[in-house]
């Protein structure tokens, strides 16, 4: 039986396992961290550790299998970071010196810990919340991504926020095409705030 609840404190190192095995554009990422945490340092722990009440979390009689985490003020939760879940990190992880074009996947994460980087203002003003879920391969396909995402919307809409963002690996095209399928839109942001690697998509409530 599957079961939809709130984030509990004893499901924090299961987030950070969830994130690792999701963390390579949906497919699982150990192979390339000497640190498995440090995408969950990013994706995962700062949701569930500063706004439990809006993460929530898959589990069935093998545990937890996925979450979907969010905040409804970006900008706020952004400072918050600063205040109160970068700090502690950047006295554990020295930043990242020397060619970027040479680092491996933990130093390029250290760097976003050290240097995190602002959504961009035209996402954040017309959707101000953003999500991030992940799900391990066996919840996939039976609707789980579904009821967690309408579980947090139905909260973000009793709590009258006006649209929803979130960000997508350019090479996770299943993750694209389940985004797509929901009433997500890809959004343009200005060249100079664009990625590469991230396709962003905006919905609103």
């Known amino acids: 039986?599957?079961?939809?609840?709130?984030?509990?404190p004893a499901?924090?190192?299961q987030l950070y396992a969830i994130s690792l095995m999701t963390g390579d554009a949906g497919k699982?990422?150990?192979?390339?961290?000497?640190?498995?945490?440090?995408?969950?340092?990013?994706?995962?722990?700062?949701?569930?550790?500063?706004?439990?009440?809006?993460?929530?979390?898959?589990?069935?009689?093998?545990?937890?299998?996925?979450y979907i985490a969010g905040v409804f003020d970006t900008i706020a939760f952004e400072e918050r970071l600063e205040r109160e879940w970068w700090p502690h990190l950047r006295?554990?992880?020295?930043?990242?010196?020397?060619?970027?074009?040479?680092?491996?996947?933990?130093?390029?994460?250290?760097?976003?810990?050290?240097h995190p980087q602002r959504t961009p203002?035209?996402?954040?003003?017309?959707?101000?919340?953003?999500?991030?879920?992940?799900?391990l391969s066996r919840a996939r396909g039976r609707?789980?991504?579904t009821a967690l995402l309408d579980r947090w919307m139905e909260n973000a809409r009793d709590n009258?926020?006006?649209?929803?963002?979130?960000?997508?690996?350019?090479?996770?095209?299943?993750?694209i095409r389940f985004w797509?399928?929901?009433?997500?839109?890809?959004?343009?942001?200005?060249?100079?705030l664009a990625s590469e690697t991230t396709v962003w998509f905006g919905r609103l409530l």
Request: no cysteine; glycine share 12%.
């Open 1 to 8: 039986m599957i079961s939809l609840r709130p984030v509990l």
């Open 11 to 13: 499901d924090i190192d």
């Open 28 to 66: 699982d990422a150990t192979p390339l961290y000497r640190d498995g945490r440090l995408i969950g340092h990013i994706y995962s722990a700062p949701y569930a550790t500063i706004h439990p009440e809006l993460v929530f979390v898959a589990e069935d009689g093998e545990g937890v299998f996925g």
């Open 91 to 114: 006295r554990l992880y020295a930043d990242p010196e020397g060619d970027p074009a040479l680092w491996n996947e933990d130093q390029k994460r250290i760097m976003v810990i050290h």
């Open 121 to 135: 203002a035209p996402l954040v003003e017309k959707f101000p919340a953003h999500i991030h879920m992940n799900l």
């Open 143 to 145: 609707g789980i991504g």
């Open 160 to 175: 009258g926020v006006k649209g929803i963002h979130l960000g997508a690996n350019s090479s996770n095209h299943g993750g």
């Open 180 to 192: 797509s399928s929901r009433g997500f839109a890809p959004v343009k942001v200005p060249p100079a």
